[in-house]
């Protein structure tokens, strides 16, 4: 169920981003009187599952689920078709308008593509608003795993700053480490200062690690219990606080559970707390090292988030100023993947990697977030002046217009060619890494 609910997320918001991208097209098409022959949502090889006809357009679904696409007569584009670029130019033909109306006609998936995900973030905040957990509000400092233990992190440390800089937010703590330089992160350490920084190497290691290398810490507190809990049968119950572990104080779930691995299949004397008492129970601990606890996770029961409301007037500029840190962002993260040392290239993904984005829950404000991120993923890497994507038509027609003379047909052929050749390879070589991962 979970896979379908994810798949259902990603269909419909890839299904939302084409039909608009490609709509930007169409609407500078139609404005400057080009003939659009066909707008189909997925590509439609061999046959389509829908379409019909309305005025000179055959709107249409296909059954690949690959993107979509408008044609446009007199171009030269993924349909390749060779016998229409042979006949003399129509008046109503894309290659016989100005090259300024080409280029918008190019740009206009994009610019809609931007445009959408900018109006996305002002409708998140005017009716969801912002709630973050302030990053001076994590008390009991952080939680860190065996790869931020190997940076020279410990569980308690509490983060001051990154790159000398506050973070209000403290989800924003690791993309602040990722994207800026000079990559430090300054913590307190007991009442101690102590800085990190982080090499491209490490960086890398971040990238291709599963999950945060740290985390918000909690106190243990129970929240459910499995079937046949040990703790449960011992006497625990929901809202337990444990403090302690055979004697020893343990107060927060992560240094509980790494003791608790010591005592697989032996009796403990577990301390909780439990309104004004503290009661010691003895739980026999199973074979994997568990006692059957699940602990409470909502942040909010443990920290004071803050809660931003915004109005439509006030969610407009904030809406935007969001859209423009997401692209700046994305735009960043380039430059890890082009970088060798950091090898972020290895974790490039494709379809599974994108879907696994979504929650496996339905939750309408993290599938707006998440769809205006790939809105803005889309205009970025459609942007890219490759062959057979708009930026390299555009790329071709800004050829034309400062010098002033037009690529040949033939060319055009061929580059469209080498650009489908290419996006093919990155299409394989990034679901491929989807599939290697599966493995691994």
Known sequence: MEILIKAGQLILSLSILVIFHEAGHFFFAKLFKTRVEKFYLFFNPWFSLFKTKWGETEYGIGWLPLGGYVK?????????????????????????????????????????????????????????????????????????????????????????????????????????????????????????????????????????????????????????????????????????????????????????????????????????????????LIIHISEKGLMGVYPKGVLSEFFEMKKVEYSLVEAIPAGVSKGYDEIGNYLMQFKLIFNTETKAYESVGGFIAIGNIFPSTWDWQIFWSMTALLSIMLAVINILPIPALDGGHVLFLFFEIISGRKPSDKFLEYAQIVGMVLLFSLLIFANGNDIVKLFN
């Open 72 to 280: 446009i007569s007199g171009m030269i584009d993924e349909s390749m078709d060779k016998e229409q670029m042979k006949l003399p130019p129509e008046p109503w033909e894309f290659r016989s308008k100005p090259a300024w109306q080409r280029l918008l006609i190019m740009l206009g998936g994009v610019m809609v593509n931007f445009l959408l995900a900018f109006a996305i973030y002002v409708m998140i905040l005017f009716v969801w608003g912002k709630e973050y957990l302030p990053t001076e509000n994590v008390k009991y400092g952080v939680m860190v795993d065996s790869l931020g233990t190997e940076f020279g992190m410990q569980s308690g440390d509490k983060i001051i700053s990154v790159n000398g800089k506050k973070i209000e937010n403290f989800r924003t703590v690791v993309p602040e480490i990722l994207l800026n330089e000079p990559r430090t992160i300054q913590l307190d350490r007991n009442g101690k200062n102590v800085e990190i920084t982080f090499t491209d190497a490490m960086i890398g290691q971040v990238i291709q690690h599963k999950g945060p290398f740290f985390e918000v810490r909690i106190p243990f507190i129970a929240s459910k219990f499995t079937k046949d809990s040990p703790a449960k049968k011992a006497g625990m119950e929901k809202g337990d606080r444990i403090i302690g572990l055979n004697g020893q104080e343990v107060l927060y779930f992560d240094e509980f559970k790494s003791k608790l691995a010591e005592f697989k299949d032996k009796e403990v004397s577990v301390t909780i707390e439990r309104s004004v008492e503290n009661k010691d």
